[in-house]
C-alpha cells in the first residue's frame, strides 16, 4: 500500500523558516517526479515545487522561486521542501504528491500524480 506522510508544519512568524519533509512508501521511489502543492480553503490545489526523479531538474512556483527549496534523499524515500522567509500568504494545507510524470507542464498538474499524501498544516502569521 503507498503512503506519503508530510511532516514539519507549524505555526511560524512572517520571515521564520519551516522544513517539510514526506516520507513515501512507493516502489521504485527514486524513478517517481516528487512535487508539493499547497491548497486554501476555498482555492484549488496549486503547485508549490517539484523535483525530477534523477533530483537534477526543479520547478518552482513563481511566488515562491528563490525562497523554496525542494530537494530528495532517494535513499531514504525522502522529499523536502526548505521554506525560507516565510509569508502570510504561504499560509496553507501543504501536500505531497508523488508520480511517473517528467517535465513541464505536466509536472506542475496536481492531476497528472498518483499518489498523495495527508497534508501538513502551514501558518505564517504576520
Known amino acids: 500500500q503507498v503512503q506519503l506522510v508530510e511532516a514539519g508544519g507549524g505555526l511560524v512568524q512572517a520571515g521564520d523558516s519551516l522544513r517539510l519533509s514526506c516520507l513515501a512508501s512507493i516502489h521504485n521511489f527514486r524513478l517517481h517526479s516528487m512535487a508539493w502543492f499547497r491548497q486554501v480553503p476555498g482555492k484549488e490545489r496549486e503547485f508549490v515545487a517539484g523535483i525530477g526523479w534523477r533530483g537534477g531538474v526543479t520547478y518552482y512556483a513563481d511566488s515562491v522561486k528563490g525562497r523554496f527549496t525542494i530537494s530528495r534523499d532517494n535513499a531514504k524515500n525522502t522529499v523536502f521542501l526548505q521554506m525560507n522567509s516565510l509569508k502570510p500568504e504561504d499560509t496553507a494545507v501543504y501536500y505531497c504528491?508523488?508520480?511517473?510524470?517528467?517535465?513541464?507542464?505536466?509536472?506542475?498538474?496536481?492531476?497528472?500524480?498518483?499518489?498523495w499524501g495527508q497534508g501538513t498544516q502551514v501558518t505564517v502569521s504576520s
Open positions: 504528491a508523488g508520480g511517473t510524470s517528467t517535465g513541464v507542464p505536466a509536472m506542475k498538474i496536481a492531476k497528472t500524480y498518483s499518489f
